[in-house]
């Protein structure tokens, strides 16, 4: 029996240290080398979703001592939960170096980050041991804080720094928790299973535990008022760094709060529910609004993800507050689906943003225009991704959407209201369309080329899995929803 | 006796180890003293392996063989090595280079007694021990800077050892023996055993610069060589943060020393974190740092006594602390002494760099180096004695910690001169072994937290 999950979750790191250890390696080994190692990586991610997860409880559950003496050991493994997430960043990282691999800029040292994220981002996923998850989820902070740093654009410097001591400052209160929940457990151990199998902490206890954990996985996700670094991010990294900070980093925060909030502290999240719930309608409606102002396009994609996210945290919010079992599995499923679109149609619109901006050197909205005529297949791709983004019915964001409203109409339907931000997108979407792709074309941009083969590798996957997603939600819901409707809670 | 003494082996074998290191300089003979002191510090380290997990004490109570002995034994031995290498480059070709390797040696000494110290007068003892020999180590390169440095460093060891004997004093008289073991006896007299403690914090305070004790450290670490400055950050430091460990075993719990310790702890991080925010001077910014991270130690000291977690955290992060402040002081001495001289480091020395980086976040406390693991525990000590407060001042620190390290690691990957470093084989040796340290460490931690559990 192979051990499927750590295969896959180190192939990354060796092809980093290989790529390192080459000595004055060409620009195209670099790139080869790393192609290779990201679809070999997505082999194993595929060969983990064919393996499955079963109802109750994690699967393909691998160990390791580490250090017996405080209960912490080597665990990863699966569920429903993690295993979409898995596949989601396996696809990303692959259509990411794809698209990268035209970068001249000192790829070896990008190329040796972008792979550690990924290690980082799979493990995150997969970790089923508290310190485990910490070190995966830090780690995943400094590689992105040296590719904001040292490819992204104008302004990096700053905007690195405010993302490294943010998302830092963000995390640690985590640690506490992690400490918190540690100390607590009757038999002393970092073993996330036992702490989801039963709750070590209660009362005021694990209130504050749910509150150190709500800041760290706010911060992350983003939720309003912690969500400022955010634009800054992602208008500085260079396109790969958006990509993988909005399609796979932001899940960590959504992730950490189904799986530490949620399953090992639910009844005081299901006293804070209703703050959280309220936090997430916030977040959704704010970000949709600030999305709407905005005339950078990057800026734009930027703040809809704040939107998206805000509708995954009032699911998740939903399934605690809610005592109907049915229910929760309804909210929970959306919730789950709604993190895994976010990321193929996040990514697709993060990459072609990139696009336009690697031809025009400009992402203001007011500049460009007529792009349709000018580039027609960048263009058209580009209308899909907006119109999956906004919700279209058949693209990826609807069935997760409309699960996550159904839910909250039958637990809290004042919430329902959340729903005014569909429309707020949908104009900003439209908006945004009308100013970049419609109208005449400019002279300016007369020559500009139209998509490349490399650049339709890297979004074609996107698109067709959000179409595949939207048409035929159920290759996925199948395995979210074998692990949500045994979820005990 | 006999059996006291075969417990002592390493001891003695540092001990013999200095003083072949000075006969061998007394013979105009510096490479060999170099020989004689590697290769003795490598033997005492290997005959303390024997030790490891022995509970014991010798002579009468007076000295421990204990975890925190043996461990510091382990820890500090090959960081003297690691800081005789460091000398090496610093001191090669002067008149008495010899007698640096020596005095390296019987500074140790000096740390490894503080660290089993069982009884009072050993503390008295080791803090005049490492003090003689590294005043004069800091005043070796004879220069006005260093002439300073060392009287600078004398007369605070001087008014805090009097001090320190004068608070012993109050013990002696309140628990009729200078053990530590007898210390108990007191609990009728509170007054007397937080008189007594307050004086034992401020002579081990100096030695592990805590604040408000610290005034000496930034300035003897810039005046003396940096191989110096390396090794006054590591190894008197930890033997005297041990010995504290090792008085606060025995301390009543209900005087209230934990009160102190925790007021400490935070004056240490926040005040050695704020000023390294605004150093130029790059051993300076390193000097802050290492008195903000004896703040960290507290949080495990604190727990002393109380929690199964407090010497293993101890230990854990001297370990890791050592590998990663002998490493950063390494590539000090590679580069250069300001932050000016890092400009552009990362793109023309890219090894040299990525090392520095990693020292930088083990550091911080950024998983999964060394410094990370340590801290970890650390917090978990803390916390599980009920002191969160001070697990949560530390971690915002370490948040604070960050700003100060990315200050060295900013300009590292700026478009900037292009730097030249030296290629001595010494310095890549300290280099090699403390980056290994500071990426394994974490992997391993079994072997530091195993006996105690």
Not at chain 1, 301 to 306: D, G, N
Not at chain 2, 85 to 94: E, K, M, N, P, Y
Not at chain 2, 314 to 323: P, T
Request: charged share 10%; glycine share 8%.
């Amino acid at each position: 029996m192979l051990p499927l999950v750590s295969l896959t979750l180190f192939l990354p790191l060796v092809g980093a240290v290989l790529i390192l250890c080459l000595p004055k390696p060409a620009t195209r080994t670099v790139h080869v080398i790393a192609i290779i190692t990201a679809a070999l990586t997505l082999i194993g991610a595929l060969s983990m979703w064919f393996q499955g997860a079963s109802g109750a409880g994690f699967s393909q559950v691998e160990e390791l001592q580490w250090i017996p003496a405080i209960g912490a050991a080597y665990r990863v493994g699966v569920d429903g939960i993690s295993l979409p997430l898995v596949l989601l960043s396996a696809v990303l990282f692959l259509v990411a170096v794809i698209y990268t691999s035209s970068l001249r800029e000192r790829p070896r040292a990008y190329i040796a980050l972008v792979l550690l994220l990924e290690t980082a981002s799979i493990g995150t996923f997969t970790a089923l041991d508290g310190i485990l998850f910490y070190v995966f989820f830090e780690v995943s902070l400094v590689s992105m804080y040296f590719m904001i740093a040292g490819w992204g654009h104008e302004d990096r410097q700053r905007a690195a720094l405010m993302f490294f001591i943010y998302t830092l400052l963000g995390s640690l209160p985590l640690l506490l928790a992690i400490l918190g929940l540690y100390l607590g457990s009757p038999e002393p151990t970092f073993d996330m299973r036992a702490w989801i199998e039963n709750p070590p902490l209660e009362g005021a206890a694990a209130m504050w535990a749910l509150v150190a954990m709500l800041i760290t996985f706010a911060v992350k996700i983003p939720a309003v008022p912690l969500h400022t670094w955010l634009p800054a991010a992602h208008v500085q990294a260079p396109t790969v760094g958006s990509v993988i900070l909005a399609g796979v980093m932001l899940k960590f925060g959504t992730y950490g709060l189904v799986r530490f909030a949620l399953q090992m502290t639910p009844d005081a999240f299901r006293e804070a529910g209703v703050v959280v719930l309220v936090l997430g309608v916030v977040s959704a409606l704010y970000g949709a609004f600030a999305a709407l102002a905005q005339s950078d396009l990057k800026r734009l994609v930027a703040y809809t993800s704040v939107n998206h996210m805000g509708y995954v945290i009032v699911g998740v919010a939903v399934a605690a507050i809610t005592l109907d079992p049915s229910v929760r599995t309804v909210a929970l499923d959306g919730a789950v689906l709604q993190m895994f679109s976010h990321g193929l149609v996040t990514g697709a619109l993060f990459l072609l943003v990139g696009m336009i901006q690697d031809r025009a050197h400009t992402r203001e909205m007011g500049e460009l225009g007529g792009l349709l005529k000018t580039v027609p297949m960048l263009g058209w791709t580009f209308v899909l991704a907006a119109f999956a983004s906004l919700g279209l019915p058949g693209l990826a964001h609807f069935p997760a959407e409309f699960q996550i409203f159904l839910a909250t109409l039958s637990a809290s339907p004042a919430a329902v209201v959340v729903i005014l931000g569909i429309a707020i997108i949908a104009g900003t979407f439209l908006k945004a369309l009308r100013e970049t792709f419609l109208g005449e074309p400019r002279q300016r941009w007369q020559s500009m080329p139209d998509l490349s083969a490399r650049e339709w590798l890297a979004v074609g996957p996107l698109l067709v899995l959000t179409v595949g997603t939207g048409v035929a939600p159920s290759w996925v819901l199948g395995i979210i929803h074998r692990t949500t409707s045994a979820l005990a809670l | 006796m006999a059996r006291d003494l075969a417990l002592l082996i390493p001891e003695i074998a540092v001990l013999l180890t200095a003083v072949g290191a000075l006969i061998a300089e007394m013979l105009r003979r510096p490479q060999i003293a170099l020989l004689v002191a590697v290769s003795g510090l490598i033997v005492a380290t290997g005959l303390t392996v024997s030790l490891i997990g022995e509970d014991t004490t010798v002579f009468g109570g007076s000295f421990r063989v204990d975890d925190l002995s043996v461990w510091a034994k382990l820890i500090l031995l090959p960081a003297t090595i690691l800081a005789i290498f460091l000398a090496r480059v610093d001191v090669r070709g002067t008149v008495r280079e010899g007698t640096v390797y020596s005095l390296l040696c019987f500074a140790t000494i000096g740390a490894l007694v503080l660290a089993g110290a069982g009884d009072t007068m050993f503390l008295v003892l080791g803090t005049l021990l490492t003090g003689l020999a590294t005043f004069a180590l800091v005043a070796y390169p004879d220069t006005d800077p260093a002439t300073e440095a060392a009287m600078k460093f004398f007369v605070f060891a001087s008014v805090t050892g009097a001090i320190m004997i004068f608070g012993l004093s109050y013990w002696f008289g309140a628990a009729g023996s200078t053990l530590l073991a007898d210390l108990p006896g007191m609990d009728t007299m509170p007054m007397a055993v937080l008189l007594g403690f307050v004086a034992v914090v401020v002579g081990l305070g100096y030695k592990a610069s805590l604040v408000p004790f610290h005034f000496w450290a930034p300035d003897a670490y810039e005046g003396g060589p940096l191989s110096i400055a390396a090794y006054l950050s590591v190894v008197p430091k930890i033997g005297a943060l041990f010995a504290l460990a090792q008085v606060v075993r025995d301390l009543p719990p209900e005087s209230g020393w934990t009160a102190i310790i925790a007021g400490l702890a935070v004056l240490t991080m926040t005040y050695g974190y704020l000023a390294a925010l605004v150093q130029d001077n790059v051993v300076r910014l390193l000097a802050y740092s290492s008195i903000a991270q004896s703040g960290y130690f507290l949080l495990g000291i604190l727990a002393v006594g109380a929690s199964e977690l407090a010497l293993p955290s101890i230990i854990l992060f001297a370990a890791a602390y050592a590998a990663m402040n002998l490493g950063a002081f390494a590539v000090a001495a590679n580069i250069g002494r300001t932050l000016n001289d890092f400009d552009g480091l990362g793109r023309s020395q890219p090894l040299i760099g990525i090392a520095m980086v990693i020292f930088l976040l083990s550091l911080v406390g950024i998983p999964p180096l060394a410094g990370f693991v340590g801290k970890f525990l650390l917090f978990a000590a803390a916390i599980d004695v009920q002191y969160t407060w001070v697990a949560v001042v530390a971690i915002i620190n370490s948040v604070l910690s960050l700003a100060v390290y990315l200050r060295l690691v900013v300009p590292m990957y700026r478009q900037g001169n292009v730097v030249v470093a030296r290629t001595d084989i010494w310095l890549k040796a300290v280099l090699i072994i403390a980056l290994t340290v500071t990426l394994l460490l974490g992997v391993f931690a079994q072997v530091f937290v195993g006996p105690f559990a």
